[in-house]
């Protein structure tokens, strides 16, 4: 069984991520830092990244963030999203990941996404060489399905390593993780820290008026949102937001945190301003009705095996 992901100075990592994908894009140096600041006030010490972030920004200014007190935060970035998950990629990406944040050490290293054209030897050949090196801590992967998940456990233990993280995509219109993926995890003992819990934005509700943001400035968000029911599930989401009297985004947030299997959302934004309703998510307490009521916004996803009327 994998132990409790900790920061190098022995501290439980927080029950939320921060995500940086914005940092150097969306988000300029300052704005960057502000959300860097309120998330570590708000108690958060798991930072996301990736090497394909930014052109390099997102891991050079989280570098810089994390300076004062690197023992003090978890830090993961990825590797492999373009050039496969072969041995050269995975070993080039690690170093210029480490020299970008000026660390030693990466806490989690992910494989962005699964590569089906790469033999797992090489690729857990590769991380089990890093790990040996000291020059990261535990091994993640992205965007993989539970099989592929399951094939990389087995050929990590291969190389004596383990799968410790997840990363799937997950939020209240986007819900294939809750087949498979989070009982997966939570029986394995990995740690589950789903993206996009706003849906890229659209679970904030500014895409029912003239909103403009990432799902009009970025065809993969458009194509990934672009369903009727998805748009009228966050309507319905900003009329029970109103009613309750609390942001949308706050709303979206909480559902995503309180599946049973309790994952780890990584929260994120372009502002300080953005960012505030979704932090506002760590200290709100989703009733199991509204919990329901969310959840009942989209079908839920049919289930793994085919027996289920039986049940
Ligand atoms: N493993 C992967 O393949 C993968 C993929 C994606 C993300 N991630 C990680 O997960 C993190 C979070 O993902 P995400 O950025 O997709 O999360 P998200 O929370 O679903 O979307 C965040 C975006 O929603 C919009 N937004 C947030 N708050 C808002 C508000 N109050 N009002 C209006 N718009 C608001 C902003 O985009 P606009 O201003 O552009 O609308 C913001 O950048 C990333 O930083 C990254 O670390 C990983």
New binding site residues.
Partial sequence: MIQKLTTLDGTPISRFA?????FGA?ADRAASQAMYDASRAAGINHF???HV?TDGASETFLGEMIAPHRDQVFVAT?AA?TGGSTRATILSSAKTSLQRMKIDVIDAL?L??FDPDTDMHETFGALAELKQEGVIRYVGI??FAAWQAMKAVYMANMADLEIALI?P?Y?VVKRQAEVEILPMAEDMGMLCAP???????L??G?YDGK?????T?DARYAARYDFDYMHRAAQELTRIAAREDV?P?TLA?AWAAAHPTSPSP?????SL??????LAAIGYDLSDALYAELAGLVPAPPPATDRAEEA
């Fill in positions: 921060f995500g940086t994908m914005q969306g996301d990244t990736a972030y990825k999203y992910y962005h996404r992205s965007n990363q995509m939020n993206y996009s819990p706003l849906g890229g934005g679970l904030t500014k909103g403009t943001g990432r799902l400035q942001h985004a947030v990584i929260l994120s934004g372009r301003e953005q960012l505030k309703p979704s």
